[in-house]
């Protein structure tokens, strides 16, 4: 699967901005395994069903969600189109800006709660850094294959995935050092 098939390519600005909320984003992860109603993810999210109606709603008119089959003919849930999307910062700057705060504030929280409270399951988080030397080409080329060599263990396309395998959230994100 190539790199964009999986993903969702944002090149509208105003879909850009729309998917930059908080809320927004917690409802694509709840949504990330299954179909669930505006009630189930409210239940997930810690929002009243109504904002979350609102919020997929919102996400729809963008196309991040849409209507999934109702088991029963009564639920409504919704589900992801894609399982990622990714977007440039030359369609707006501003707005990708934007976003990546918006996923890097969700990031930093997840990390800091983790550390607060380690599940004994995984004892320390895998951590590494350093400092790389490259254009902003390269570094996207480097993401890239980051992505690739990633690619095989996301949740859900993992077949084979030994018995005692977690769902564990992996991040990398570059920016200029020494400014």
């Keep these: 699967m190539s790199f964009t098939h999986a993903q969702l390519e944002l090149t509208d600005p105003r ?4 998917v ?14 299954e179909p669930k109603t505006a009630t189930e993810c409210a239940e997930l999210v810690g929002e009243s069903p109504q904002s979350c109606s609102y919020h997929l ?24 189109v894609k399982a990622g999307m990714r977007w440039s910062a030359h369609t707006d700057p501003e707005a990708a800006r934007a976003l990546a705060a918006t ?23 895998m951590y590494s850094q350093t400092t790389l030397r490259i254009t902003y080409a390269e570094a996207e080329a480097l993401g890239e294959k980051v992505f690739a060599l990633l690619e095989p263990y996301f949740t859900g396309k993992r077949a084979d995935a030994p018995e005692d395998a977690e769902d564990i959230w992996f991040v990398t994100f570059g920016v200029p050092y020494d400014r």
């Design 103 to 125: 996923f890097l504030d969700r990031d930093f929280r997840l990390l800091r709660g983790y550390l607060a409270d380690p599940a004994e399951s995984w004892p320390e988080p």
């Design 57 to 80: 709603r919102t996400l729809a008119k963008y196309g991040f969600v849409e209507r999934a089959e109702a088991a029963n003919g009564k639920e409504r849930p919704w589900r992801k």
């Design 20 to 33: 930059a909320h908080p809320v927004r984003i917690e409802l694509l992860r709840a949504l990330s395994k």
């Design 15 to 18: 879909a850009i901005r729309a």
